[in-house]
């Protein structure tokens, strides 16, 4: 599952090397200022990514432990869809 994460946050970067510019910028000296982390204005999308391996995780626990219950993930997952659709409205 960490795998797959690290591959769906990280897809654009080792896909297209171009998409690193946004995290170059050159001042009027010409010098070189490399910035770390995630975009704020991307941060949403890679949450809303985090919470949906965690619950595909809890999904998994369920079915082997029982525990947490299909309920708890149901609702949980609707909380994820109200916050998709809330940031797609944002766009």
Not at 7 to 30: F, G
Not at 50 to 66: K, T, W
Request: proline share 3%.
């Amino acid at each position: 599952m960490y795998d797959s994460f690290y591959q769906v946050a990280s897809e654009t970067v080792h896909t297209s090397p171009r998409t690193l510019e946004d995290y170059i910028a050159i001042d009027e000296k010409e010098n070189i200022k490399v910035m770390w982390g995630p975009r704020i204005e991307r941060i949403d999308v890679q949450l809303i990514a985090a919470i949906d391996f965690m619950l595909r995780a809890c999904q998994c626990l369920s079915e082997i432990f029982g525990k947490p219950q299909k309920e708890e993930i149901n609702s949980l997952n609707r909380q994820k869809e109200s916050l998709y659709l809330k940031y797609k409205e944002m766009e």
